[in-house]
């Protein structure tokens, strides 16, 4: 049986879910809409011309990153302009495992411990 532990990052010393963070950024839509908010601030009409969706299933992506924490809403009249938050891609890329030194790149690309490898 594999044990399986919860993946955390800190950011200023607060623990974020890491698995979270990358379920929430790991949907393509949400990644569509990650990159597109990348370049700057963009309301929900120019989000549906890049990410093509129906306006309810945008609607769902949206939250889904709102409440990750890695997109602001702001509204305006009756459009909401969206941003990434402050600090969102540096959360994601704490969130990422990182390679320790201990560890090696195996034949296939896979990532071994060196502590298992016989010689």
């Known amino acids: 049986m594999v044990e399986s532990t919860l ?9 974020i879910d ?5 379920a929430a950024a790991g949907d393509p839509h949400r990644l569509r809409i990650l990159r597109t908010l990348s370049s700057g601030a963009a309301c929900v009409c120019d989000l549906q011309t890049q990410v093509p969706l129906a306006p309810n299933l945008l609607s769902y992506h949206l939250r889904v990153l709102r409440e990750a924490g890695l997109i602001v809403g702001t509204r305006r009249g009756r459009w909401v302009d969206y941003a990434l938050a ?11 495992p990182q390679v320790g030194p201990e560890s090696a790149t195996g034949e296939a690309g896979c990532v071994v411990d060196r502590s298992e490898c016989a010689q």
Request: glycine share 8%; no cysteine; hydrophobic share 50%.
């Open 18 to 22: 890491a698995a979270a963070l990358l």
């Open 7 to 15: 993946l955390e990052a800190t950011i200023d010393g607060t623990p």
């Open 86 to 96: 402050e600090g969102a891609l540096d959360r994601l890329h704490a969130s990422i």
